[in-house]
């Protein structure tokens, strides 16, 4: 083999080790996105298959039944599920906006710095010099 080749092959590795080691942590305080009319529509159904067919523990069965009927369905009945799946994604778009500028502003952190990272114990200081743990901030 030319070195050359051996180099080639070392970078290629190199490349693909940090594609996967370099993969960017998600924000938890992060909105969620919504869900689309047929998850609204599954949420619905899912009840209702679960009062019909108390026996069922297939997660499939539940997910092919409801395909089945969201493809037998009519844009006319599929049209409540269309209207909270557009709400909710207005809801989502108006929510994102506020956490963006949140972000920018400086006022929310992202990444591993959440406040649901944070430990709630605050150690404060007593008059008698020591310090006292006391969970949630809480006074005497």
């Not at 009319?37 to 539940?62: G, H, Q």
């Amino acid at each position: 083999m030319k070195d050359n080749q051996t180099q080639v092959d070392a970078r290629g590795t190199d490349d693909r080790l940090k594609v996967r080691g370099g993969k960017k942590l998600k924000d938890p305080n992060k909105p969620k996105k919504p869900p689309s009319a047929f998850f609204v529509f599954l949420d619905e159904f899912r009840r209702e298959f679960n009062l019909a067919n108390p026996d069922n523990k297939s997660v499939a069965n539940v997910g092919k039944a409801a395909g089945k009927k969201w493809k037998s369905m009519t844009e006319e009945d599929k049209a409540p599920f269309v209207a909270k799946s557009i709400s909710k994604k207005n809801e989502y778009a108006i929510t994102l906006q506020q956490y963006n500028m949140d972000l920018a502003n400086g006022t929310k952190t992202s990444g591993d710095e959440s406040d649901k990272s944070k430990p709630a114990v605050v150690n404060e200081v007593k008059e008698g010099g020591g310090s006292e743990e006391k969970a949630g901030g809480a006074t005497d």
